[in-house]
């Protein structure tokens, strides 16, 4: 009989192990966090954010998440406060040992990235799913409890500095007017869309000083009349380069559209379509990277968190940049001076040109991966195939912000001369970022 109460015993503890190591083995999977961080994009996709404002909910979101992994690595890891502007508390219970620290920050992530910009709850069923998986798996209810004390701490934190960034403030803001000016930005075609975010220089940065602090050279002067001028020869270059693409530069420049809303238009039917934004495109990455790079949960979330806020400042000296010189898009001038019917392989955003956001926030972005990663990183970016656009691979993060300078021209909605600069702004941006935040200890 004694014999057989302890067979059980040991069967029940061997039990209790295997539930106990199931949930974990399923919850401390790096991959679930890079899983939800996909979520988060789709969600944003499926709002119509422009990308600068989706960046806003992944900044917020990778850095609550990352508080709590810096808080249970001490010596791995620093915290954000008193790096980022305005960024002076977070609120942590106390210690806990049932909190289970890699599904906090997953809860974090979720309910910061749901909060900023969208109604809450927008990922209501997909914490559930995870959350059920996790209960299948042996969680225990302790475990869950403490650990969502944790996650809703550090996000109410989170979420009320958000609220002082100037966001809503800008909401109300003057909306940009549209001046018949020989060289100012209008509205392009199909959609004819309003100037988006005119005011989102005025967004607190996270850890630039300011908006302006690399100040580019100004774009060439609006000359379309002279065949000599540089501006000329740029609209010429943009123009001939569109009209002669092969099919590689073509896959290039679709692969790096990342239209968060394309009209279509067919005839007198029109539909729009979706994909993730630039921003998001570089989300994706970082998942790619941290995969193969085989990371561990907190380097995933470091990599996230380091590469969001890199992003959200490159969009804010961006668009300092466009909406102080509003410079016309080579649509617009080529359709008016040269050819009436000329179409860009891409769709034209609805902002001025000068300078590239998408140049300028991959170069960020780059330099903020390649401190994490290193440089020659080589890997392949799947993030398009969901799409229908095949993979691409690059010898680099810079590599693959290099090839998209030359994206944004083959798709004919920049002149050449602003991706250059834009790739090399970007890149000054992101080596600050970079410089500046002391996250990782060793």
Not at 84 to 101: R, T
Not at 223 to 237: A, L, Q, T
Not at 246 to 260: L, S
Not at 312 to 340: G, L, M, S
Request: hydrophobic content about 40%; proline content about 5%.
């Amino acid at each position: 009989m004694r014999r057989l109460i302890m067979g059980l015993c040991a069967v029940l503890c061997l039990y209790a192990c295997r539930q106990s190591n199931e949930y974990k083995t399923y919850l401390h999977n790096p991959e679930l966090f890079s899983q939800t961080v996909h979520e988060l994009n789709t969600v944003v996709m499926g709002n119509n954010f422009p990308p600068m404002v989706a960046a806003r909910n992944y900044v917020y979101a990778a850095v609550a998440a990352y508080e709590i992994m810096a808080s249970a690595h001490p010596d791995r890891y620093q915290s954000l406060v008193g790096q980022l502007k305005g960024l002076e508390k977070v609120s942590l219970p106390p210690a806990d040992k049932d909190a289970d620290v890699e599904l906090a920050a997953l809860l974090a992530y979720m309910k910061v990235g749901e909060s900023v910009t969208f109604p809450e709850g927008s990922l209501e069923i997909y914490k559930d799913s995870i959350l059920q998986v996790a209960r299948d798996k042996g969680l225990p209810g302790k475990v869950e409890k403490a650990s969502q004390l944790l996650a809703d701490s550090v996000s109410a934190s989170i979420i009320r500095w958000s609220k002082s960034d100037n966001y809503l403030e800008t909401r109300g803001a003057e909306k940009y007017t549209v001046k018949d000016i020989p060289g100012r930005w209008v509205p392009t075609p199909p959609m004819y869309g309003s100037a988006a975010e005119p005011h989102w220089m005025e967004i607190r940065s996270m850890v630039i000083d300011s908006a302006s602090i690399f100040e580019p050279v100004a774009p060439p002067d609006f000359n379309i009349n002279d065949k000599n001028s540089k501006y000329y020869k740029e609209v010429m270059m943009i123009k001939n380069a569109v009209d002669s693409l092969t099919d590689e530069q073509k896959h290039i420049a679709e692969f790096w559209d990342d239209n968060p809303f394309k009209m279509n238009v067919t005839g007198h039917v029109m539909y729009g379509s979706k994909k993730f934004s630039p921003s998001g495109h570089w989300m994706s990455v970082i998942g790619i990277a941290a995969k193969q790079a085989k990371s561990d949960y907190p380097e995933t979330v470091y990599a996230f968190a380091k590469t969001s806020i890199a992003l959200f400042d490159a969009f804010i000296q961006c668009w300092y940049v466009k909406y102080k010189y509003n410079t016309v898009r080579p649509e617009t001038v080529i359709n008016k001076h040269i050819d009436p019917n000329w179409r860009p392989y891409l769709q034209t955003p609805a902002f001025p040109e000068y300078t590239c956001g998408h140049s300028t926030i991959s170069s960020a972005a780059a330099e903020a991966l390649t401190s994490v990663y290193g440089d020659n990183f080589a890997y392949t970016d799947s993030t398009e195939l969901e799409f229908g656009i095949k993979n691409r691979s690059f010898k680099s993060f810079r590599d693959a912000a290099l090839e998209n300078n030359w994206a944004r021209f083959y798709g004919g909605l920049h002149f050449h001369n602003s991706c250059i600069i834009s790739t090399d702004i970007g890149a000054r941006v992101g080596q600050l970022v970079a410089d500046r935040l002391k996250m990782k200890k060793k």
